[in-house]
């Protein structure tokens, strides 16, 4: 497209045409986007906030599926996004997960996206799990999650500490 046209005498219109169907664009695509995270109305996403263990702020995105309720608990997964990434690379398994009846907290690792930094590696308060431990707690505390049965998955290289079942939670014993 010339755009040096639009610029001479009488593109007015040709510019205002080319910015309305650039902004319906924009409206189509953001629709479509929030109808497929939301899998078409049957999940409900919502950004949610926790403190961790050693006072860090945590953020997470939850993935509910309308089925799970207090009456109908669902399995629960927390989701680690891999290293010097954000909650937001995983949503497309986080998605999938929930429409499968799993309830998904996809978090901000500590020291990544909007969770607090963490403290030193010589800090007593470090935590080497990077607030999974807490975001497992947090989701075995919703109502409409089955205690029993919350697991952990994560993109992070296998050699981290926050691989070890055991430290996340002590009844784990494989994954």
Do not use: C
């Not at 089955?146 to 996340?168: C, F, H, Q, Y």
Request: no cysteine; proline share 6%; charged share 20%.
């Amino acid at each position: 497209m010339n755009t040096e046209k639009l610029f001479q005498k009488g593109g007015n219109a040709k510019i205002t045409g080319v910015f309305f169907v650039s902004f319906a664009v924009f409206v189509a695509a953001v629709l479509i986007a929030h109808f497929v995270q939301t899998d078409f109305g049957r999940i409900s996403v919502s950004n949610v906030y926790y403190d961790n263990y050693n006072g860090k702020h945590m953020r997470a995105k939850l993935f509910r599926p309308n089925l799970a309720t207090p009456e109908n608990p669902l399995p629960g997964v927390v989701f680690i996004h891999g290293y010097q990434n954000n909650r937001e690379s995983g949503d497309a398994y986080n998605i999938e997960m929930a429409k499968r009846g799993f309830v998904v907290l996809g978090i901000d690792a500590i020291g990544r996206g909007n969770s607090d930094v963490p403290n030193d590696l010589d800090d007593p308060n470090f935590d080497d799990t990077f607030g999974t431990r807490t975001s497992m707690k947090f989701l075995r505390s919703l109502p409409f999650v089955k205690k029993e049965w919350v697991l952990w998955g994560t993109a992070w290289e296998p050699n981290l500490p926050i691989m070890s079942p055991w430290k996340i939670h002590p009844s784990m014993q494989s994954l």
